[in-house]
């Protein structure tokens, strides 16, 4: 029972003192002299901290593509056919296929009529029927408690153990959440406290994720920037978060440190020895660790693996194994699953104070749940098919093929804007983006800075009007000062990619020759 | 155990509308178009909506909290509820951009509203009782809830002199900015339409942002009875009010029943009406960020908003459906309005709309006082009597504090919409299990 609402409930007298703080209705006198009445939703009025609030993923640039495509579709003419939208992670508007096995599981679910369709192979229905035996109601329509499924988490505890070697599991410190982001949303809120020195700052990468910027701003906390390495891969120095951290507490209380592993939008996978020397930073300065793990199968390069930081920590020994607070994250939307519009996730949380759990709980519990088709996606991804089952050989080969194309597209990227003179591409050595270094002749520099535009993001919007292609300017995931980038994704087929790679080639020549 | 402590129609046995479900199934697993187990507009239907995903896919995530659908766009236009047609058409296609995908909870955690710095607070008049989960979500932004009662006496109605009453007792404490209506109610029943004309004007003298949840809206039983959604009231009333009351307004698949009763789709939609065009600009970056929204959800929506029509050939089915559905909820609550007034000690006010039921306990001084001290842990005496009816009658309802009653009343909250043999063991179970705690506790 919830105390708090009680506690609300009975203080019915509320206090009635002297005289009123409400203004008058503000009335506006408009040009021609006729009275309008101001809002009471106004700039002013709103919450402040929505006015910080940004997203460049979906931001401007994304807002005038889509008004490109508009324009388009009412027969405008434009110097391309069509708008590229390599802003956005989203791998099935790219064309990527689904899973087959998932979508046939799924739809039973949704219309279990189905189980008797000969169509539908014996292990999907079997899963099928597993899934809905655990829904209220045996429907995917019902409420489930609001940490998730029971039998889901258990069997996403299982895959944890499985994936790290048998390090164990506890399906109670396993959440379903919506999407990771949700997961590390929650996890911020908990975090955030105190004011003014004493305020919580969170440590995150340079570029990052954007979301993590933007939750910080909504939740009011203090955003603090650690840089990774660029002329090293993207390298996470422990030097770097040592500086970042120790100017941090001159102003305020660093509580928790984000990382991105395989990272977005830098696609570095970090080595084990890095992991470790992050742990043992992250005990040391008493950090609360947050692991957005969600890239964990988008490993391309050779010599690159992904280590999971649960593993890492509980393989360098109780010391660090029982004391370390961690969230990892891991969703549906990426991968070579690429579901983003299942919003499915969770979060793993290790070494967390009972009675904060107790408030998680409850936090999570005011959302109800996440979507249950979301869970039961989550469901098949750490439990797929395994050998001597009909689904398995397709299986296998949908997401071998899958994972291959990404890596191919990987190495074409790096290797196509390698030859452009005045972009720099790091090896992309997982994830789904390259996010290459651009020289800006000081001309457009000054172009941009005129017409108040950052000047990457001068130059998307450039690149957008005249090639139809839309990235995403570093400017919106963080940059050391002074130099550009823009992100792209590496989703789009193969063909199209090499397409779309040579448009930017002939962009970027065309206007650093029109801004010498 | 009989679980009627949440409004989930499926955990309770009520069956999930066939052409939905098979839609649905047939866009995650787009093959099925080609199936002669689905009717045809079924099939039909399903390439309509992947048609609108993004590479033809429901694991797209472009689609996130915003409206871009042509479709919807002229769905609402044809919205029966358009009142005055030519005003509201003008003011829909002004309007039609300013639909988001979004839980009610998600809308209210992103409150652009509730300003957490101000000083004094923020407020939110919010009805009691209310769902408790409201109450929460707005203390968790930092606000502060300013009650106003309902009249159980009246069939829990609105009254615009308890909201002024509310409004005065906030002085001093708050700074209220928002009134806050579920329409129909939850858990009381009754809804507020025939009064909108005073609510809004109430809104518009008194400055406040006007907040509705019309979840519920398909949920309406009384005789002559209909819903009118707040934005159609709204309209209706012309300037000064039409143009300048800010409303957001609220609906859900999660309550429909016209559409499907998916709770687990987690999918509904605000509408914003007046807003300042500056700070949509702010709603639209919050709604992009952060992507609550299934696809299957936005498609399961539509559905609701855009069901068979006559001559289609699920047509027949659907309807057949939904009036199975509606004829067991007019029946169960019919009949928990019977039983629960033949017992002594209980009442229950008729049940207009809604899903839920909100009856009273009349308990004693004595029966109040003997609860308490039998209770382990100095529990209200409503949740001791829930709680003993899970134990001894294993019925699982919901205690009245936990939703806001007036000092000294208590209620119980229990879903109606369960199939009707449900209802008949529930009802049974309820009144032996009252006619013994009552003669205990006398």
């Known amino acids: 029972m919830n105390h708090g609402t009680a506690l609300l409930w009975k203080r019915r007298a509320l206090s009635s003192l002297s005289a009123t703080r409400r203004g008058l209705p503000k009335e506006k006198m408009s040009e021609n002299g006729i009275m309008s009445r101001a809002k009471?939703?106004?700039?002013?009025?709103?919450?402040?901290?929505?006015?910080?609030?940004?997203?460049?993923?979906?931001?401007?640039?994304?807002?005038?593509?889509?008004?490109?495509?508009?324009?388009?579709?009412?027969?405008?003419?434009?110097?391309?056919?069509?708008?590229?939208?390599?802003?956005?992670?989203?791998?099935?508007?790219?064309?990527?296929q689904p899973i087959t096995f998932f979508r046939q599981v799924l739809a039973l679910c949704s219309y279990p009529e189905l189980l008797s369709d000969s169509t539908f192979p014996e292990d999907a229905k079997s899963r099928a029927c597993r899934i809905l035996q655990s829904c209220g109601g045996n429907s995917m329509g019902s409420y489930s408690a609001s940490q998730g499924i029971d039998s889901v988490r258990q069997d996403v505890a299982r895959y944890i153990e499985r994936r790290d070697g048998g390090v164990a599991c506890d399906p109670d410190n396993i959440y379903l959440t919506t999407g990771a982001s949700d997961g590390i949303v929650t996890m911020l809120k908990l975090l955030v406290c105190g004011e003014?020195?004493?305020?919580?700052?969170?440590?995150?990468?340079?570029?990052?994720?954007?979301?993590?910027?933007?939750?910080l701003a909504e939740l009011g906390a203090v955003q603090i920037d650690y840089f990774l390495n660029e002329e090293k891969c993207w390298s996470l120095d422990i030097t770097e978060l040592q500086r970042a951290v120790n100017e941090a507490r001159q102003y305020c209380?660093?509580?928790?440190?984000?990382?991105?592993?395989?990272?977005?939008?830098?696609?570095?996978?970090?080595?084990?020895?890095?992991?470790?020397?992050?742990?043992?930073?992250?005990?040391?300065?008493?950090?609360?660790?947050?692991?957005?793990?969600?890239?964990?199968?988008?490993?391309?390069?050779?010599?690159?693996?992904?280590?999971?930081?649960?593993?890492?920590?509980?393989?360098?020994?109780?010391?660090?194994?029982?004391?370390?607070?961690?969230?990892?994250?891991?969703?549906?939307?990426?991968?070579?699953?690429?579901?983003?519009?299942?919003?499915?996730?969770?979060?793993?949380?290790?070494?967390?104070?009972?009675?904060?759990?107790?408030?998680?709980?409850?936090?999570?519990?005011?959302?109800?749940?996440?979507?249950?088709?979301?869970?039961?996606?989550?469901?098949?991804?750490?439990?797929?098919?395994?050998?001597?089952?009909?689904?398995?050989?397709?299986?296998?080969?949908?997401?071998?093929?899958?994972?291959?194309?990404?890596?191919?597209?990987?190495?074409?990227?790096?290797?196509?804007?390698?030859?452009?003179?005045?972009?720099?591409?790091?090896?992309?050595?997982?994830?789904?983006?390259?996010?290459?270094?651009?020289?800006?002749?000081?001309?457009?520099?000054?172009?941009?800075?005129?017409?108040?535009?950052?000047?990457?993001?001068?130059?998307?919007?450039k690149m957008l009007e005249e090639t139809g292609i839309c990235l995403v300017p570093g400017s919106g995931f963080g940059q050391k000062d002074g130099t550009y980038h823009f992100r792209m994704t590496i989703l789009p087929p193969t063909d199209k990619l090499k397409i779309l790679l040579n448009k930017v080639k002939e962009f970027h020549q065309r206007f650093t020759q029109q801004y010498s | 155990v009989i679980d009627v402590f949440q409004g989930d129609l499926h955990k309770a046995g009520m069956k999930p509308l066939t052409f939905v479900r098979q839609v649905l199934a047939a866009c995650v697993y787009p093959p099925l178009i080609n199936s002669s187990n689905l009717p045809l507009d079924a099939r039909q239907r399903t390439q309509e909506e992947l048609g609108r995903c993004v590479g033809g896919s429901v694991g797209e995530g472009n689609v996130c909290g915003l409206m871009t659908w042509k479709k919807m766009k002229m769905l609402v236009v044809q919205d029966p509820q358009g009142g005055a047609e030519k005003t509201h058409r003008t003011q829909l296609s002004l309007l039609c951009d300013?639909?988001?995908?979004?839980?009610?909870?998600?809308?209210?955690?992103?409150?652009?509203?509730?300003?957490r710095e101000a000083s004094p607070r923020t407020g939110v008049l919010i009805p009691v009782p209310c769902h408790n989960k409201t109450v929460l979500s707005i203390m968790q932004l930092g606000a502060v809830a300013v009650p106003y009662y309902l009249s159980e006496e009246q069939g829990w109605a609105l009254q615009v002199e308890e909201l002024q009453r509310a409004l005065e007792s906030a002085k001093g404490v708050c700074?209220?900015?928002?009134?806050?209506?579920?329409?129909?109610?939850?858990?009381?029943?009754?809804?507020?339409?025939?009064?909108?004309?005073?609510?809004?004007?109430?809104?518009?003298?008194?400055?406040?942002?006007?907040?509705?949840?019309?979840?519920?809206?398909?949920?309406?039983?009384?005789?002559?009875?209909?819903?009118?959604?707040?934005?159609?009231?709204?309209?209706?009333?012309?300037?000064?009010?039409?143009?300048?009351?800010?409303?957001?307004?609220?609906?859900?698949?999660?309550?429909?029943?016209?559409g499907e009763y998916v709770c687990g789709l987690r999918a509904g939609y605000v509408e914003l009406v007046n807003l300042d065009p500056a700070v949509m600009k702010y709603i639209h970056t919050l709604f992009s960020k952060d992507s609550c929204e299934t696809v299957l959800g936005q498609i399961a929506l539509d559905l609701m908003m855009d069901p068979p029509k006559p001559g289609d050939p699920s047509y027949l089915l659907y309807k057949q459906e939904i009036e199975q559905i509606r004829t067991v909820l007019v029946?169960?609550?019919?009949?928990?309005?019977?039983?629960?007034?033949?017992?002594?000690?209980?009442?229950?006010?008729?049940?207009?709309?809604?899903?839920?039921?909100?009856?009273?306990?009349?308990?004693?001084?004595?029966a109040i006082q003997k609860a308490k001290v039998t209770a382990e842990m100095q529990e209200d005496p409503d949740t001791f009597y829930c709680t003993r009816l899970l134990e001894e009658g294993g019925v699982f309802t919901g205690p009245g504090w936990e939703y806001g009653q007036k000092e000294g009343t208590y209620h119980i909250r229990f879903c109606i919409a369960v199939p009707q043999d449900v209802m008949e063991e529930l009802l049974r179970r309820l009144s032996s299990f009252h006619m013994t705690f009552m003669k205990d506790f006398s």
């Not at chain 1, 070579?336 to 499915?344: A, H, I, N, S």
């Open chain 1, 196 to 215: 003014g020195t004493t305020r919580t700052g969170v440590m995150i990468p340079i570029p990052q994720y954007p979301l993590y910027s933007a939750a």
């Open chain 2, 331 to 366: 029946h169960n609550v019919k009949r928990v309005h019977e039983v629960v007034n033949s017992l002594p000690g209980f009442s229950c006010s008729p049940i207009e709309g809604g899903l839920f039921a909100f009856p009273r306990l009349h308990l004693t001084p004595k």
């Open chain 1, 253 to 461: 209380n660093p509580r928790a440190l984000c990382i991105i592993n395989p990272g977005n939008p830098t696609g570095q996978v970090q080595s084990r020895q890095c992991i470790e020397d992050v742990i043992r930073f992250a005990a040391k300065e008493r950090l609360f660790l947050m692991a957005d793990e969600v890239y964990q199968d988008n490993v391309y390069a050779e010599g690159c693996q992904f280590h999971s930081f649960k593993k890492v920590l509980f393989e360098m020994g109780p010391e660090y194994a029982e004391t370390v607070e961690l969230a990892s994250f891991h969703s549906t939307s990426k991968c070579y699953m690429g579901e983003c519009g299942f919003r499915g996730g969770y979060m793993e949380i290790i070494n967390m104070d009972n009675e904060v759990k107790d408030q998680l709980t409850k936090l999570l519990s005011v959302r109800l749940c996440p979507p249950v088709p979301g869970q039961a996606l989550m469901d098949l991804v750490v439990n797929p098919p395994q050998p001597g089952e009909p689904s398995y050989g397709s299986f296998i080969k949908e997401r071998t093929a899958t994972l291959s194309a990404l890596a191919e597209k990987a190495k074409l990227t790096e290797q196509v804007l390698n030859t452009v003179q005045g972009i720099s591409c790091n090896p992309v050595q997982g994830a789904m983006y390259s996010f290459p270094r651009i020289t800006i002749p000081e001309k457009a520099v000054k172009e941009a800075t005129e017409k108040g535009q950052q000047p990457d993001m001068f130059y998307c919007m």
């Open chain 1, 40 to 96: 009471v939703l106004t700039i002013d009025t709103m919450n402040p901290t929505v006015k910080k609030v940004e997203y460049a993923v979906r931001g401007p640039i994304v807002q005038r593509a889509v008004e490109l495509e508009r324009e388009l579709s009412e027969g405008m003419k434009k110097p391309f056919a069509e708008v590229i939208k390599a802003n956005i992670g989203d791998a099935h508007a790219m064309g990527q």
């Open chain 2, 175 to 258: 700074n209220p900015v928002a009134l806050y209506i579920i329409n129909p109610g939850n858990p009381a029943g009754i809804y507020s339409s025939q009064c909108g004309d005073q609510v809004i004007r109430f809104a518009w003298e008194k400055r406040l942002f006007l907040l509705v949840d019309e979840v519920y809206q398909d949920c309406v039983y009384g005789e002559n009875c209909e819903f009118v959604s707040y934005k159609r009231t709204l309209s209706e009333m012309g300037p000064p009010f039409s143009g300048t009351v800010e409303l957001a307004s609220f609906h859900s698949v999660s309550k429909s029943f016209s």
């Open chain 2, 98 to 115: 300013n639909y988001y995908f979004c839980g009610f909870g998600p809308w209210l955690r992103t409150q652009a509203l509730l300003n």
